[in-house]
């Protein structure tokens, strides 16, 4: 392999790249967000690292691709079936493809309206933010319960008695916060206490102590977050993929079935029912 490939020219096979590897998803999406897409891709791909990486990779397709050419595997019977099927399935999403984008118009109205109409999925749950202490048993989880009653600050034991190497120096904060109806890794399985932790107001330590499968837990909730409604603009690219992706769903059952109509394609699915199994005590002796 005698030619030289410049950086100009390995910048356009990587961006040629990343056009063919966004191709399919194109229909799907606005100018915009397709170019911000490919934007995104191209980033990633300027570190000499990256590069270097993609051109070890093309190369060794390039060395295989001209090897193959001159051992003639072109010829072969499998390989012709297997080029077959590759040009079958990639005209046949050439085609939906651009069936997708002729048929695919979505305006920022229809995202109003698909926003208001489920509005219920774009709601912030619940959160807390809360401390936690582990011990072995549940005598020893009385006992700390018991110390936070007499005015024990909740930190400071945790930092001395809690079993949790990852969370005691911090006094037992857990970081990130605790969502409603999620479970709480970080602390261990019990759905008891996720409830009781959004059942108490904040600042509070949970009455009890809770059993998981990491141990006996006290909680501390610091502080509550209510739900709240996000509104349009934040959930904007949400709507946005999803509408498209409704849409994109809606067109391919459409036009697919307008093709089997044009070439008269039916399907008698009492062919594909199993058969029925004859009952032996009901069958009748022949004449």
Known sequence: MAEKITESQLDALIE????????????FM?????????KRALEQSRSPQAKQEFLQGWLAQE???????????????EVKRLMHELKRGALSQQLMNEQLASRIHVTDSDLQTYYTANKDQYVEPERAKIRHIRVADEERAKAVLNGLKNGQDFAELAKQLSED???KAGGGLIHGDVVKGFPISAVGDSNEMGEAIFAVSAPAVLEKPFKTNKGWEIIKVE???????????EVRQQVTMQLLRQKREEVQREYIQEMMDKHGVIIHTSVLAPPQKTDPNNVQPKP
Do not use: G, H, V
Request: charged share 35%; hydrophobic share 25%.
């Open 16 to 27: 040629e790249n990343i056009e063919n590897q966004l191709a399919p998803m194109k229909a």
């Open 30 to 38: 606005t100018t915009e967000q397709f170019n911000e897409q490919k």
């Open 63 to 77: 060395i295989l691709y001209r090897q193959a050419l001159q051992d003639e595997l072109s010829d072969k019977p």
């Open 165 to 167: 190497e990852s969370t």
């Open 223 to 233: 502080e509550k977050q209510a739900s709240r409604q996000k509104n349009f603009d």
